[in-house]
């Protein structure tokens, strides 16, 4: 009955979505902040950048602690530091401010997408979990593809600070059905000791596992090329190509919907190729994107539609790879899966935080940096499965 219950998949949807509602509902407003807060892009930009390194360094510690004391207080903890420091974003009157809130919001958000990836393990197991992640990736795709339209109105309409309000009642709401309709998963055979040692020797057998890298870095370079687009896609679609701050949302719209194309063509056929055939396909279809995106641009030519519809296909592959990859580094780990779930996380966050400050860095005010860098993790992404996966190891689905 629980397996089936389809309002959970709902709500664990919608707790692994925080991390992308956190970022992209606000995107649209990011160029208007350097005159709000009388800051530089480089900081405005931060504001991601500092969100993902606060994601990746609360990874560490959930994980472990939820295969200690369980899913359900760990999840319910994050949920409400997630609440409070969403409603210190709301009233940040200065870019500093809003920069160390944004990170302690981080914090309490990271808890979703680890924590909910990890229930999913427990629940549907190794055999069935690549299917309910990638059905969850495309119910929870549409949060973010509403996000940034919403978010480019309510700023139109209020100011820039009601979308922190929105994301802080959604986090009590999150805690209400967290608390009301989410079992305990993690059962006493289960559970790990939080003995610093323990947790390092877990960390070292995952590390040591070249499939569970493998698959790891897969997920996370190819999510990084999705950040690449995240951290300049306002500046150049806004700025650079002058599309109003409430049609921002509609063109990031069309890039989700790429997203959830690809999780529905995992779902639906990613059991039948197995997760090694389905990961070097999708692998091959974002590096090609980025390329067919990247080269024009080398050459003096951009086109917004053109940026738009190499993006889309991006997107496409993004929403195979990931659940795909993600289910196979967690597979051979039910043990630990926790963490498992927050080091993948750790190790995509981080690089996801690296790549935005480079990308804020280096932006020259045209596409080039962005499309190179998408481009970039699109071929770092299909190197790391071609080198680093290996199709014949014994993994369900393969």
């Known amino acids: 009955m629980l397996r089936s219950s389809s309002v959970l998949v709902w709500i664990l949807a919608s707790v692994v979505a925080l991390g992308p509602l956190s970022t992209d509902m606000y995107l649209p407003v990011l160029p208007r902040l350097v005159d709000a807060l009388a800051a530089p892009m480089e900081q405005i930009q931060a504001t991601l950048s500092v969100f993902f390194a606060g994601f990746a360094v609360a990874q560490l510690v959930y994980g472990p602690l939820a295969d200690r004391y369980g899913r359900k207080p760990i999840l319910l903890g994050g949920l409400g530091l997630f609440t409070l420091a969403t409603v210190g974003c709301a009233m940040a009157d200065n870019i500093e401010q809003l920069i160390s809130f944004r990170f302690l919001q981080a914090l309490g958000a ?235 996380g750790f190790i995509q966050a981080g690089l996801a935080a690296l790549v935005g400050v480079i990308v804020g860095h280096l932006h020259d005010g045209t596409p080039v940096t962005m499309v190179s860098s998408i481009a970039l993790m699109g071929l770092l992404g299909w190197l790391s499965f071609r080198t680093l996966v290996r199709p014949s190891a014994t993994q369900p689905g393969n």
Not at 160 to 169: D, T, Y
Not at 231 to 237: I, M, P, Q
Not at 330 to 343: D, E, N
């Open 110 to 344: 990271c808890a979703g997408p680890v924590i909910g990836r990890t229930i999913v393990r427990d629940i549907y197991g190794p055999q069935d979990a690549a299917k309910m992640l990638s059905m969850i990736g495309t119910i929870m795709a549409l949060a973010p593809a509403l996000a940034p339209i919403l978010g480019g109105f309510m700023a139109l309409w209020f100011s820039w600070p009601s979308i922190f309000w929105f994301l802080a009642g959604y986090g009590v709401l999150s805690l209400f059905l967290i608390s009301y309709k989410v079992p305990e998963s993690l059962t006493d055979a289960h559970r790990q000791s939080i003995q610093p040692r323990a947790i390092f020797n877990n960390f070292a057998t995952l590390l040591r596992s070249r499939q569970y890298l493998g698959y790891t870095l897969t997920c996370s370079f190819t999510f990084c090329g999705l950040f690449s687009f995240l951290s300049g896609s306002s500046f150049v679609l806004i700025d650079y190509f002058k599309v109003a701050e409430q049609h921002y949302g509609f063109f990031f719209a069309i890039i989700v919907l790429g997203y959830m194309s690809g999780t529905y063509t995992a779902q639906r056929i990613g059991a039948q190729l197995g997760i090694a055939t389905m990961l070097s396909r999708a692998s091959t279809l974002t590096l090609s994107a980025g390329l067919a995106m990247a080269i024009p641009a080398w050459l003096g030519w951009h086109s917004l539609y053109w940026l738009i519809g190499c993006q889309f296909l991006f997107m496409a592959g993004v929403g195979a790879v990931m659940p795909q990859a993600m289910a196979g580094a967690l597979a051979p780990f039910g043990h630990m899966a926790g963490t498992a779930s927050s080091l993948l």
